[in-house]
């Protein structure tokens, strides 16, 4: 009896680990298409950003640019970039411990504020 308690174990241990290493499997396939779908959208930003007129008063930040204050900020591109390198570093190593993402900053549609002058009736 002993001996079939210790078979069916050994037995359900090993499906426990297969199950383990095949949804790691999955998760890795799934991670690679991430990637090449990310890798697709630069393009395609880079293209899009060719065909924004530079004065419009509201803008699409697809590169990293500067506010009126100077302070800089990242576009769609810059955290395109932040994601792939997170999933390249999944797929590089499954993590024993939580680790910190730095956070996604973009600010995609700014609107330039004009300056008005003030109308005075009297």
Do not use: W
């Not at 997170?86 to 330039?112: C, H, M, T």
């Amino acid at each position: 009896m002993k001996n079939k308690l210790r078979v069916l174990m050994f037995v359900c241990v090993s499906l426990i680990s297969i199950h383990a290493l095949a949804s790691t499997e999955k998760e890795k396939i799934y991670l690679v298409h991430m990637i090449n779908q990310l890798d697709a959208l630069r393009p395609l930003a880079i293209a899009a950003s060719k065909e924004q007129e530079k004065f419009q008063r509201v803008q699409f930040h697809y590169l990293t640019y500067k506010d009126s204050d100077g302070y800089k900020h990242s576009g769609v591109l810059d955290d395109i970039d932040e994601i792939k390198k997170g999933i390249q570093i999944r797929l590089a190593s499954i993590a024993i411990q939580p680790r910190e993402f730095s956070q996604i900053k973009g600010d995609y549609v700014g609107n330039k504020i004009l300056k008005v002058e003030s109308y005075n009736a009297n």
